[in-house]
């Protein structure tokens, strides 16, 4: 569908699903602890969040009852890398500085930084809904970015400078490993902070991968040949 010419849709302000502060009582239990439920006119939601030191994790499921378009108009400056993991059905997303639209559909996945919190997204109606999003503090993620290679470099400056970064628009279907992943952190089997320690770590796995399919694309979009060392 073009979203774009679906015609009647509820707005919603993004903070009352959402809201920016996260209540002290989910901090660092290492579960999945209910942070919002929604049983509206439009629709419901349930929303549940996991909160680590650099990394927060949030977990969306329900049904979406009317075209709805969720607006964020927040004015505060965004701090963290924000991963969006489709696992049933579709949204489509305008972000402030980003060249076209960001179309999501069950099974795919990326990942955004940016500044400026204004943006819009689309849900269609009569569609259930189940995604992961997970957030990690952008000081924390440029610690995991080397500098001896270029492209590794190249985003890290942008990063810490404070500029939009984001991942492949052409190649985000989840692998294999990333359904695994996602597995492994709904249903991680420790408790305490050795479920913690595992959850960051898949997180960080999550990472590793949608870096692997960016830099994928754009060695496949650079015409130059490629020194073996840096291929390697």
Avoid at 56 to 80: A, I, M, P, W
Avoid at 123 to 143: I, W
Wanted: glycine share 4%; aromatic share 10%; with cysteine.
């Amino acid at each position: 569908k073009d979203f774009q010419h679906m015609k009647n849709f509820t707005s919603v302000s993004y903070s009352e699903i959402l809201p920016n502060t996260i209540p002290a009582n989910t901090q660092l239990t290492g579960d999945f602890m209910e942070l919002n439920s929604i049983n509206c006119d439009w629709g419901k939601l349930s929303i549940s969040h996991l909160s680590l030191p650099d990394i927060s994790l949030v977990k969306f499921e329900g049904k979406v009852q009317r075209n709805l378009r969720l607006e964020n108009r927040d004015e505060y400056e965004s701090s963290t890398v924000d991963s969006c993991i489709f696992l049933e059905g579709s949204v489509e997303s305008d972000f402030a500085g980003l060249q076209g639209r960001m179309s999501m559909r069950k099974g795919m996945q990326n990942f955004i930084y940016k500044p400026e919190t204004i943006d819009d997204h689309y849900v269609p109606a009569q569609e259930g809904l189940k995604l992961l999003h997970f957030s990690v503090d952008r000081f924390y993620y440029a610690t995991l970015l080397c500098e001896k290679e270029k492209w590794s470099a190249d985003l890290k400056e942008r990063l810490l400078n404070k500029k939009l970064i984001y991942g492949s628009m052409e190649n985000m279907q989840m692998s294999p490993q990333m359904f695994q992943i996602v597995n492994d952190v709904l249903n991680c089997p420790l408790s305490g902070n050795l479920r913690n320690l595992m959850i960051e770590a898949k997180v960080i796995e999550f990472i590793a991968l949608q870096l692997n399919q960016l830099v994928k694309e754009n060695y496949s979009q650079t015409p130059q040949k490629i020194k073996s060392s840096d291929r390697d």
